[in-house]
């Protein structure tokens, strides 16, 4: 009787060691994989100096202000047009993408950019996106790269994943899977030369930054990628009462919650409710320029706050004078409104 009392004290001891030893285990676990929220670091391009968080700037009557979700402060839109050296000579033999064919084309007496690029239908932005290091002036015999399509050459950087270079140029990160055929187990490394299809270029020598910096702004596309034009600007029938009206920008087709991101860098100066725009987020902008961006479901920005360019701000909405959920989308120089089609 007494061995198999001593037997049965003996393995519930074990049992008890057992499952303190299990108990530590999880704990450390659990440690290294949720870490205490005071050793989290805060984004300064979401919280800013004073630390607090991003609000809609919407009078607090309105059922569309929201808090920016997690995951839209992951993004850390750069987006800032950078200076190009001989460095930035891209490899083409490193080109993912298969959407894209290159040529090479040597400068002929006679010929510039524009007429070369109007030549090949696409423009000179998508020249530079596709030589860096294009020298300002054309030069006779000098070698330029011609792609098949509007857009951008990236080489990826040490430390760029997808979707830094996605918010970088204001684009959809799944458009870039697509156009450069990457997937989960194929994933972009050090090196690789990416398209980015309808972008502008973000790197350029020093006086074509120069001249766009004096002629106007860079514009990216407001909704990531260059939609239909359901209504263009200039004289139109209204919609709603069949009278012929000017319309003061263009209204692109997209989805009810589709994201809308800022055109270029500047400083938000206005936000919430006005007339027929709905919900509005205006953006002022170098030069003179704003943007506006109407008809929002929900804003994310908040008056007074700096953004960068692919910056999320809002959503699609079908707020104002609509008919169904588009963006309106506005480009004004010194106050007068002009063809956003002439600026993206």
């Given at each position: ?48 100096n ?36 001989d ?12 959407t ?29 996106g ?29 430390g ?27 994933r ?38 260059w ?118």
């Amino acid at each position: 009787m007494l061995s198999f009392n001593r037997r049965f004290v003996f393995f519930l001891a074990l049992d008890a060691v057992i499952l303190l030893g299990l108990m530590g285990v999880f704990a450390a676990v659990n440690h290294a994989f949720v870490p205490e929220a005071s050793q989290q670091k805060l984004d300064p391009l979401v919280y800013g100096n004073s630390l607090t968080p991003i609000v809609d700037a919407i009078p607090q009557t309105l059922a569309t202000v929201a808090v920016i979700p997690q995951s839209i402060i992951a993004r850390r839109p750069e987006g800032e047009i950078q200076i190009a050296t001989d460095a930035d000579i891209l490899n083409l033999q490193k080109l993912l993408s298969k959407t894209v064919q290159v040529t090479v084309h040597t400068v002929q007496m006679g010929e510039n950019y524009w007429t070369i690029a109007k030549k090949n239908n696409i423009d000179k932005e998508t020249l530079i996106g596709a030589n860096p290091t294009m020298p300002f002036e054309a030069k006779v015999k000098e070698s330029l790269n011609i792609l098949s399509r509007k857009g951008v050459l990236h080489t990826v950087k040490k430390g760029e994943d997808l979707a830094r270079i996605a918010s970088d140029y204001g684009v959809d990160e799944k458009t870039l899977k697509t156009e450069n055929g990457l997937s989960w187990w194929k994933r972009i490394h050090e090196g690789d030369v990416v398209f980015i299809p309808d972008a502008k270029p973000l790197l350029m020598v020093k006086e074509w930054r120069d001249y766009f910096s004096t002629w106007g702004v860079m514009f990216g596309n407001p909704l990531g990628h260059w939609r239909r034009i359901n209504s263009p600007f200039g004289p139109r029938t209204d919609p709603l009462t069949g009278d012929i009206r000017h319309h003061g920008g263009v209204d692109l087709h997209a989805k009810y919650g589709d994201p809308v991101y800022a055109a270029a860098k500047g400083k938000v100066v206005f936000t919430g409710v006005s007339g027929g725009y709905g919900n509005l987020i205006v953006v002022a902008h170098g030069n003179g320029y704003q943007t506006f961006y109407g008809h929002l479901s929900k804003i994310y920005a908040k008056t007074g706050q700096r953004v960068r360019r692919g910056a999320l701000i809002g959503r699609v909405g079908a707020t104002g004078r609509v008919t169904g959920p588009h963006l309106h989308f506005e480009i004004r120089k010194k106050g007068k409104a002009v063809n956003p089609e002439k600026y993206i």
